[in-house]
T-cell receptor, first 118, second 110 residues
Framework: DGGITQSPKYLFRKEGQNVTLSCEQN?????MYWYRQDPGQGLRLIYY???????QKGDIAEGYSVSREKKESFPLTVTSAQKNPTAFYLC?????????????????FGPGTRLTVL | EDQVTQSPEALRLQEGESSSLNCSYT??????LFWYRQDPGKGPEFLFT???AGEEKEKERLKATLTKKESFLHITAPKPEDSATYLC???????????FGTGTLLAVQP
């Protein structure tokens, strides 16, 4: 079955720690995305990548970092610089590049990782 | 500024009671409007994409429609398993990013 996997499902972070959230897809999609979801707010874009070895900041990139060394993988690191990291983190992927008017920009989501700061 | 507003925030229906959810948007150069369903603690599940005014799409008890200013998600004879948060997002404008609304929480009581 093709899909997007995220791990772990739950993650607890102590103050001052960096943590890495995993996202893997086997849909052969070029583009991948990280969103943050907080109660009462719409999903907010953290980072996105349209191609291997390239990524762009989204609307709330401060305190986060990413890498895209493989097409299938787009891990997100939540650094100690992120002051309010407790949230539900969602990874998504789409077939193609942003700006195309076609099914290429339909985004499919993983099951999410809930991060809690202790 | 590109914006998406969903209403109502929450909706409670009796099983079989049809209704509609609204998604109004302001974006220049719409390249797509997307509907997702999200169950508690899970990732959004893709439902529909609409690209131009007048377009309609259906899936089981759900039907999505699009005008130049808004989209409706019509739910016909809902069942308790339709209970979820329904998210609307638009693609377009100056940023070429998905802009999400805050969702409508639908509860269908048996």
């Amino acid at each position: 079955d093709g899909g997007i996997t995220q791990s772990p499902k739950y993650l607890f972070r102590k103050e001052g720690q960096n943590v890495t959230l995993s996202c893997e897809q086997n849909l052969n999609h070029d583009a991948m995305y990280w969103y943050r979801q907080d109660p009462g707010q719409g999903l907010r874009l953290i980072y996105y990548s349209q191609i291997v070895n390239d990524f762009q900041k989204g609307d709330i990139a401060e305190g986060y970092s990413v890498s895209r060394e493989k097409k299938e993988s787009f891990p997100l690191t939540v650094t100690s610089a992120q002051k309010n990291p407790t949230a539900f983190y969602l990874c998504a992927s789409s077939r193609g590049l942003a700006g195309m008017t076609s099914s290429y920009n339909e985004q499919f989501f993983g099951p999410g990782t809930r991060l809690t700061v202790l | 500024e590109d914006q998406v507003t969903q209403s109502p925030e929450a909706l409670r229906l009796q099983e079989g009671e049809s209704s509609s959810l609204n998604c109004s948007y302001t974006v220049s150069g719409l390249r797509g409007l997307f509907w997702y369903r999200q169950d508690p603690g899970k990732g959004p599940e893709f439902l529909f994409t609409l690209y131009s005014a007048g377009e309609e799409k259906e899936k089981e008890r759900l039907k999505a429609t699009l005008t130049k200013k808004e989209s409706f998600l019509h739910i016909t004879a809902p069942k308790p398993e339709d209970s979820a948060t329904y998210l609307c997002a638009v693609y377009g404008g100056a940023t070429n990013k998905l802009i999400f609304g805050t969702g409508t929480l639908l509860a269908v009581q048996p």
